[in-house]
């Protein structure tokens, strides 16, 4: 079992940067796939990005494609989202994933297939 904190939210101009964190404890965290999900109000939970357990493999919704970049170091446990060129609609709280790796399987892009979640942090990009 694997706990989840994330931090790095807060307010900021469009245009502007942010870079999230999700420190993980109480298991191997190299063992886990790992995720970013965002839920803006009134909507669903939705993809952000993916890494493997051993970061050869990542992939992005296409709505922050080459504006976002995921990445992880197992040595710290901790698990990143940088955040560049940020959009109006990027507005929401973000929440970083676990999911056992399994064999053969690289990523998920589902949220149905992480277990372990963070309280999440609230990201909000103003006009």
């Known amino acids: 079992q694997v706990q989840l904190v994330e931090s790095g939210g807060g307010l900021v101009q469009a245009g502007g940067s942010l870079r999230l964190s999700c420190a993980a404890s109480?298991?191997?965290?190299?063992?886990?796939?790992m995720g970013w999900f965002r839920q803006a109000p009134g909507k669903e939970r939705e993809f952000v990005a993916a890494?493997?357990?051993?970061?050869?493999?990542?992939d992005y919704a296409d709505s922050v494609k080459g504006r976002f970049t995921i990445s992880r170091d197992n040595a710290k446990n901790t698990l990143y989202l940088q955040m560049n060129s940020l959009k109006v609609e990027d507005t929401a709280v973000y929440s970083c994933?676990?999911?056992?790796?399994?064999?053969?399987?690289?990523?998920?892009?589902?949220?149905?297939?992480?277990?372990?979640w963070g309280q999440g942090t609230q990201v909000t990009v103003s006009s």
């Open positions: 994933a676990a999911a056992n790796a399994r064999a053969g399987i690289a990523i998920y892009t589902t949220s149905g297939k992480y277990t372990y």
């Open positions: 109480g298991s191997t965290f190299s063992s886990y796939i």
């Open positions: 890494v493997s357990w051993n970061s050869r493999t990542t």
